[in-house]
């Protein structure tokens, strides 16, 4: 699936200060953490985590027997290592092609608002999360859904259709849509995340932002009909 740069939006990764600010205050009343929690096994699991960020969902993943947290920006990790480092937590400062797991692995990839972000490498990626998987794994996906104040606001609501209908297309059922709010402290803090939304108009600094959570078993990610999507 190829990628067009003006449909792109982009947190500053280079600058981990203000993405952990804004990962902060995103999804304030928890919603999605709750989600997790009630609905998937992490315990005894071995799992990878596919773009962990400064950390928000490494902990909760962390309650499994082992964590590949695989992160390409080094000023995020710093942030991830300082908070979560543990025993049984493995740490990749790489991009997720580049790493290297063995055949039938992992029992559960996921993906934090990650895997979008690397549609420019799907060709490569893809397989090697197909290869990794156990037959009994599954692949969970925390994306935006679009339709929302959020989506406006950066730009993503074309991408977040667009990014719907292809992991249909790849064996991702939508199990959850939830209506999340952002609340930011001040403006700052959102524009030092977003420089390249300097010029878009915050009418509060309560945002509503609709969030996906989508699950695809081992025997239907990624089928023959990816592809011809892309």
Request: hydrophobic share 40%; glycine share 6%; charged share 25%.
């Amino acid at each position: 699936m190829k990628a067009t740069t003006d449909k792109l939006w982009l947190f500053d990764y280079s600058d981990g200060v203000a993405y952990e600010a804004f990962s902060k205050c995103e999804d304030s009343e928890k919603k999605i953490a709750g989600y997790l929690v009630d609905n998937y096994h992490f315990q005894g699991q071995e799992i990878l985590e596919i773009g962990a960020g400064s950390g928000k969902f490494t902990p909760l993943l962390a309650s499994g027997k082992i964590l590949h947290a695989v992160e390409r920006s080094k000023s995020l990790m710093e942030i991830n290592y300082r908070k979560n480092h543990a025993e049984n937590v493995c740490f990749y400062l790489s991009d997720m092609k580049d790493v290297s797991f063995a055949e039938k692995s992992i029992d559960i990839i996921f993906g934090g608002w990650s895997l979008t972000s690397m549609r420019d490498s799907f060709d490569q990626i893809l397989p090697i999360l197909k290869k990794i998987l156990k037959d009994d794994g599954k692949n969970i996906l925390v994306e935006n859904a679009g339709d929302d104040e959020f989506s406006k606001i950066a730009g993503i609501e074309e991408l977040s259709f667009e990014m719907r209908n292809f992991y249909r297309s790849i064996g991702f059922e939508e199990k959850a849509l939830l209506d999340t709010t952002i609340v930011l402290p001040n403006e700052e803090v959102f524009y030092s995340a977003f420089p390249n939304k300097i010029h878009v108009s915050l009418n509060s600094l309560t945002i509503r932002h609709k969030v996906l959570i989508l699950e695809a078993k081992a025997q239907k990610f990624y089928g023959g009909d990816c592809n011809e999507n892309s």
